[in-house]
């Protein structure tokens, strides 16, 4: 399948998604429309594995171990997407797919409790789900050839990002543009070991993580994924999500906050990638003493500084984390600045990265990757990234970077690691000794160190424009004067003179 045919698949399902507006929710009908596709996965591989068995004729098409052993999901003889096509037209059929998503539950321990089971609900009164059964027949999605060219995750990336354009400020709690992530990946490498994600989401920094180790030829069973996630919806898909890849992430048995009930307490992570709620407001009474704030409390108002010594606390010897975090944690004073001081002062902070705004679905504000290592290979130093001024508009609201930048910084960081063709670029980047940040009270906004870039030089000389622009300001103004006249006129017809 290619990018033309997935693209016109993606743009059908969504158009068919978005007829169900205004019936139910967004949050609602993202699990509707995702727990079907999930469903039509898990039985086009089951069915294909099935077809193979009954050719080779041991009578063995209904035994469970025959589909375990390859890495598919059993699926139930009334759970199968054949039998739902048969009854698509049927009134029961929402508590038929409510049965047949607790069947495959029962038979495959690692989907329990995972996936929704709400199609029989009264909020589905409105939904035509027969016609969405119908829609989503004809297209293959869990076949070994959707598979290898990872068909479902392509339109489950797609969906997830039209549903954060479509639920407002909920669209942060559990998508993070892929751009984002892509950009922490490429700089921490988490090629094997221990990846963590304290604030999952539906899982988009693990996937990220799995498709750079694809990209640079790694074996995915190398890696080995934790995470936690307190909204109970947003884990489920998250464990859907991961199940698609036939990953098998520890996210903990159920959906947990990770500061009053953390699931992984022993875990020493080789990476984590986060990027957790800015500006939280946490329950910090019921953690008070606990060992993770080694640098101090921070604010009840305000979880930034304890996400970052929560994922701190996480990593191995050597490992490494990059956190998205919002502007005002590399300046804000006060408690939070007395944590940051300390971090700084134990040589953590590798890297601080300065990202544009409109990168994000739900909020225009600018954000930050704050890149903490705990085996720095440049000691005493931290370098700033200024990469406020790259992205295109996509939208009028939102903007991407692309590949090419992504790889930019990357770059940039790597070859300051490694002090290798690294020079400190004016307006871009900067590479920091300690004091030189204790001169500027600690403060982590890029823009402080690495300056302001150059302006080229066009040519023209300074009386030669200020000549033109005195005359473009002297002609507008005239037409404004013009403009003032006409309004005056008009207002003083209808009585309302100036």
């Known amino acids: 399948m290619n990018d033309v045919e997935l693209k016109n698949i993606e743009n059908k399902l969504w158009a068919s998604a978005d007829k169900m507006r205004g019936a139910v929710s967004v949050s609602d009908y993202k699990f509707i429309v995702l727990g079907l596709i999930f469903l039509k996965y898990i039985s086009d591989?089951?069915?294909?594995?099935?077809?193979?068995?009954?050719?080779?004729?041991?009578?063995?098409?209904?035994?469970?171990?025959?589909?375990?052993?390859?890495?598919?999901?059993?699926?139930?003889?009334?759970?199968?997407?054949?039998?739902?096509?048969?009854?698509?037209?049927?009134?029961?059929?929402?508590?038929?797919?409510?049965?047949?998503?607790?069947?495959?539950?029962?038979?495959?321990?690692?989907?329990?409790?995972?996936l929704p089971k709400n199609y029989n609900s009264p909020i589905m009164r409105n939904v035509n789900l027969g016609e969405l059964i119908d829609l989503f027949t004809n297209i293959k999605v869990g076949t070994k050839t959707a598979i290898e060219n990872d068909v479902l995750g392509r339109i489950y990336e797609y969906f997830l990002g039209q549903f954060a354009k479509n639920e407002l400020q909920k669209g942060g709690e559990f998508y993070t543009p892929a751009c984002l992530v892509r950009t922490m990946v490429e700089c921490i490498e988490p090629y094997e070991g221990r990846v963590y994600d304290p604030a999952c989401g539906s899982g988009g920094m693990f996937i990220q993580s799995l498709k750079f180790v694809q990209e640079h030829?790694?074996?995915?069973?190398?890696i080995s994924i934790y995470g936690q996630e307190k909204n109970p919806t947003t884990w489920r898909l998250a464990k859907m999500n991961l199940a698609i890849r036939s990953l098998n992430g520890d996210l903990g048995k159920y959906a947990a906050d990770t500061f009053t009930e953390d699931l992984h307490q022993d875990l020493k992570a080789d990476f984590v990638l986060a990027n957790p709620p800015f500006n939280l407001e946490w329950d910090v009474d019921k953690v008070t003493k606990d060992p993770r704030w080694r640098y101090g409390l921070a604010p009840k108002n305000n979880a930034n500084y304890a996400w970052l010594q929560h994922m701190i606390s996480k990593l191995s010897q050597n490992g490494k984390m990059a956190c998205i975090l919002a502007n005002g944690s590399l300046s804000v004073g006060g408690q939070e600045g007395e944590i940051r001081k300390k971090i700084l002062e134990n040589d953590l902070v590798d890297c601080i990265l300065s990202m544009p705004s409109n990168l994000f679905y739900t909020v225009t504000v600018p954000c930050c990757i704050w890149i903490i290592n705990r085996n720095k290979k440049q000691k005493g130093y931290t370098?700033?990234?200024?990469?406020?001024?790259?992205?295109?508009?996509?939208?009028?609201?939102?903007?991407?970077l692309s590949k090419e930048e992504v790889i930019k910084i990357a770059e940039t960081y790597h070859n300051y690691q490694n002090d290798t063709d690294y020079e400190d670029v004016l307006g871009y980047c900067k590479k920091s000794n300690l004091e030189e940040i204790q001169i500027n009270d600690y403060v982590l906004t890029p823009s402080r160190y690495v300056g302001i870039e150059e302006q080229e030089d066009d040519g023209i000389p300074f009386d030669e424009k200020m000549n033109q622009l005195t005359y473009q300001l002297s002609e507008q103004m005239k037409k404004s004067s013009v403009l003032n006249e006409k309004i005056k006129k008009v207002l003083e017809a209808i009585g309302y003179g100036i």
């Open 45 to 114: 591989a089951f069915e294909e594995r099935y077809k193979e068995l009954i050719e080779e004729g041991y009578g063995l098409e209904e035994e469970k171990d025959s589909y375990t052993e390859k890495n598919i999901f059993y699926v139930p003889k009334y759970s199968r997407w054949g039998f739902l096509v048969e009854h698509s037209k049927d009134k029961d059929i929402g508590e038929l797919i409510d049965d047949a998503l607790i069947l495959i539950e029962k038979e495959n321990i690692s989907l329990k409790n995972v």
């Open 217 to 222: 030829q790694g074996n995915i069973n190398n």
């Open 383 to 400: 370098l700033f990234i200024n990469a406020s001024n790259m992205g295109t508009m996509i939208t009028r609201k939102l903007k991407e």
